[in-house]
């Protein structure tokens, strides 16, 4: 006698071999036996075998139809052998029986099982419900088909054309549309991002990776909504002064500006100007809002993303022949050893005479220039007189290094700058420590020092950047990296030789200067009273979160920018045909192209020193994927100096180069303390910073 019963949601067959109470033992056709429970017996049978019966009974099954035994089986609950013998018209045979359970089993749409061997009919509006959604099934099958036999075809259906970027960025996975392109990309064994870019549905790898950052940072979009510019003030006192700019060509965001006034005596008066955009933008308006929500402005070869309206930026960047409004630093100063007399503080309007750019003096105003006093170019005895100060700033801000057991800064590396037009690309080398990035750079930090004392002796937050030690000399010499970190008080910054720094020089483009803007409008026109009246008081834990926010959005902008810089160094190699390379070695197995910031890999290469100079063969690049690939031709006898920064930054994060020359870290916001970990900062970069060119307006690495 044989068993037809039920076992794990599976129906099986088998012969019996005991039967003892209310279990049967049971040797199934491959051998194996099992003990089956009385209650999970469907049924008894003599003929066929168990293997036929299965067989047999799924054959059977197929041949049933299902909307005429659901039509039979009423709307009562039945067991499967009273529905058999209303559907063949007898008591079912074995096979008959077997293929009818399988039958009621396998169409859940149309029986709903009740237990062991019972069901009940469907409802008739279930029923209809079901059988539209598997027609739906069937129809979206053969349009996902279509789709994917036009996708391998390397064409992208004309529903997916405006789906691309959200079929890449932030797909409903749910989707025939996304289902189709990840069944192509299997099929054709692509990622998706270049199926989308060989069916046309993203122009370019440009474009690839710009719509990624703006699904992922700009979801709306990178314009602004229409707002109301709020009007220059007209009560301010204007400035005795011709001030004037240095900066990029491409240059749009000009908020720094300098003025020098002769005072007689031996003394001079220099000016730092600073565009005053706080004096329009009040705390929680639409245009704060709108600033708060970018936190920088965007940097990227040959665009920008502005974290103000260019209206806002046109109203109020110190542009050439405009009287603007301006946070004035001025420093009184005894020419004979340049030594600071006194500081001052003004808001006033000031009249801006000329914008300088690097493009038309790097070539004239070279040390040995202004040593000699040689060549002729615009406010040339102003240039001179903030270089020597300069020089005495630099010093001091040594001497003060040396005091905090810090090595002397070296400004020995070279800068990259990008221009592209028409998707033409110019990489232009530019090294550090030119005279008039020394004067960009001492005069900001500087103010920014002299701005952060002015905030903390007034009893007011401001946000801070301070750097010390993480770590100590060893034996080997200097062994730990130095820290940056951001807090809402003041604290030395070691790296840069001063007792305090706060970002306040570049209010049109970073959100934490313009925080400390309105800070330091507060000490100005309040006095002691301050702490009262500033825009963020003691202990106003916004001033946290908006230090958290800036730290991930900053670090967020670094890594496009990275990557576009990254992009268009390898656009370059195909632009200029460059096979044959020469690279520098800056630590073990990475090296950094000499004409361009281009970091590559070359995994196996021979032990080689560092600042060695090497040539390459340049086998593959991919726009996509950001990768090169490339082979070791020969060593060269030549050998390029590296400082020690230089080696341990644009290593550690292997790209050309970063943007706020500090590998940020999540912030880690207490409410006594918003400190966001960085790597270190140098002049250098702060005369990066302050260039405010598109790839300059960030600190470079």
Not at 13 to 22: N, Y
Not at 140 to 164: C, D, F, H, W
Not at 495 to 522: E, F, K
Request: with cysteine.
């Amino acid at each position: 006698m044989n068993l037809f019963f039920e076992e794990s949601g599976d129906f099986k067959a088998g012969s019996i071999m005991t039967h003892a109470g209310e279990a049967y033992q049971v040797e199934m056709a491959s051998g194996k036996r099992t003990k089956v429970k009385a209650k999970d017996v469907l049924l008894q049978f003599a003929s066929p075998d168990p293997a036929s019966l299965i067989e047999q009974a799924k054959a059977a099954a197929a041949e049933i139809d299902l909307e005429f035994l659901w039509e039979v089986a009423g709307q009562e609950e039945f067991g499967f052998a009273e529905l058999g013998t209303e559907y063949f018209g007898h008591a079912p045979q074995p096979v008959e029986a077997a293929g009818l359970i399988y039958a009621l089993h396998n169409a859940p749409i149309y029986f709903y099982k009740k237990g062991r061997g019972r069901y009940k009919a469907a409802p008739e509006a279930s029923l209809k419900a079901a059988l539209a959604g598997i027609e739906k099934k069937k129809q979206q099958a053969l349009i996902q088909a279509g789709y994917v036999e036009e996708l391998k075809q390397n064409r992208l259906p004309e529903t997916m054309k405006s789906l691309a970027l959200q079929l890449l960025f932030k797909p409903d996975k749910n989707s025939i549309e996304y289902k189709a392109l990840a069944e192509a990309c299997d099929a054709m064994q692509m990622s998706p991002q270049r199926l989308m870019l060989a069916a046309g549905g993203i122009a370019s790898p440009k474009h690839l990776h710009l719509a990624k950052f703006h699904y992922e940072h700009f979801p709306k979009g990178v314009g602004f909504p229409a707002i109301t510019i709020p009007a220059l003030p007209t009560d301010l006192p204007v400035a005795d002064v011709e001030a004037f700019s240095i900066d990029d060509v491409t240059t749009t965001e000009i908020d720094d500006a300098f003025s020098v006034v002769d005072l007689g005596n031996g003394q001079l008066r220099v000016g730092i100007h600073i565009a005053a955009p706080a004096l329009g933008i009040q705390r929680g308006d639409a245009i704060d809002q709108m600033a708060r929500g970018r936190m920088s402005t965007v940097y990227m070869p040959g665009d920008k993303i502005t974290m103000l309206p260019d209206e806002l930026v046109n109203t109020y960047t110190l542009g050439a022949g405009q009287t603007r409004p301006a946070v004035s630093l001025y420093a009184t100063l005894n020419t004979e050893d340049w030594s600071v007399i006194s500081t001052e503080t003004r808001v006033e309007a000031v009249p801006m005479v000329s914008n300088l750019r690097h493009n038309d003096l790097d070539a004239l105003v070279t040390e040995d220039n202004l040593a000699n006093d040689a060549g002729e170019y615009p406010h040339k005895a102003d240039i001179a007189q903030l270089w020597k100060w300069a020089l005495v700033l630099e010093q001091g801000r040594m001497a003060k290094r040396e005091s905090f057991g810090m090595k002397p800064e070296q400004n020995n590396r070279v800068d990259f700058n990008f221009y592209v037009e028409d998707d033409v690309v110019s990489i232009v080398r530019r090294k550090r420590g030119a005279p008039l990035d020394k004067i960009v750079a001492e005069l900001m930090i500087f103010a920014n020092s002299t701005w952060g004392k002015l905030m903390a002796d007034h009893g007011i937050p401001g946000i801070y950047r301070a750097q010390g030690v993480a770590g100590g000399r060893g034996p080997g010499g200097w062994t730990a990296r130095m820290q940056v970190r951001m807090l809402t008080h003041a604290a030395p910054h070691q790296g840069l030789g001063v007792d305090q720094y706060a970002w306040s020089t570049s209010p049109l483009r970073r959100y934490t200067d313009l925080v400390n803007q309105w800070q330091i409008i507060a000490c100005v026109q309040h006095g002691i009273t301050a702490p009262l009246v500033a825009t963020f008081k003691p202990k106003d834990a916004d001033l946290f979160a908006i230090v958290s926010g800036f730290d991930a959005a900053y670090a967020a902008y670094a890594d496009f920018q990275n990557n576009m810089e990254r992009y268009w160094c390898l656009r370059w190699l195909g632009q200029e045909e460059k096979r044959q390379v020469e690279a520098v070695v800056l630590k073990d197995e990475v090296l950094r192209l000499v004409d361009i910031p281009l970091i590559i890999r070359l995994p196996g290469m021979p032990q080689t020193a560092r600042g060695a100079q090497v040539r390459l063969d340049i086998l593959r690049w991919d726009e996509v994927d950001l990768e090169v690939e490339a082979r070791l031709l020969e060593l060269l006898s030549t050998v390029t100096e590296l400082d020690e920064e230089e080696m341990d930054d644009e290593t550690s994060t292997e790209v050309a180069e970063d943007f706020s020359a500090e590998e940020a870290t999540p912030a880690e916001v207490t409410e006594t303390a918003a400190e966001t970990v960085i790597e270190a900062e140098t002049a250098d970069d702060i005369a990066n910073n302050a260039a405010s060119t598109p790839d300059e307006e960030q600190p470079q690495a």
